[in-house]
């Protein structure tokens, strides 16, 4: 059974970061695509970044140069460090995973097979 946990939200002020974690169980390192997505209220879920099995990244223009993907296969856990953090941020993240061992970032949470319960992220203004 894949199951994957987040943890690393909190409240944090303009300009700071945060790092999410996401650990992975039930898939071997590499063999996995890892996607964090993120909704707020009233609004859809969007793709933030993404990590494929080979570590090929891919970030929404809205977080990139800011945020980045990492993967520690040791503990099975991929990080998004969250610099920069604007209150547009602000929404709970999910980290999705699927099987895949290719290049191919999925951006579409319909691509995923497997979600987290989610870490809220809270920039104050």
């Known amino acids: 059974e894949v199951q994957l946990v987040e943890s690393g939200g909190g409240l944090v002020q303009t300009g700071g970061s945060l790092r999410l974690s996401c650990a992975v169980s039930?898939?071997?390192?590499?063999?996995?695509?890892i996607g964090w997505f993120r909704e707020a209220p009233g609004k859809e879920r969007e793709f933030v970044a993404g990590?494929?099995?080979?570590?090929?990244?891919h970030y929404a223009d809205s977080v990139k140069d800011r945020f980045i993907l990492s993967r520690d296969n040791a503990k099975n856990t991929v990080y998004l460090q969250m610099n920069s953090l604007k209150p547009e941020d602000s929404a709970v993240y999910y980290c999705?995973?699927?099987?895949?061992?290719?290049?191919?970032?999925?951006?579409?949470?319909?691509?995923?097979?497997?979600w987290g319960q989610g870490t809220q992220v809270t920039v104050s203004s």
């Open positions: 999705a995973a699927t099987y895949s061992s290719s290049d191919y970032v999925a951006e579409f949470g319909g691509e995923y097979d497997s």
């Open positions: 039930g898939l071997t390192p590499n063999n996995y695509n």
């Open positions: 990590i494929s099995g080979t570590d090929s990244t």
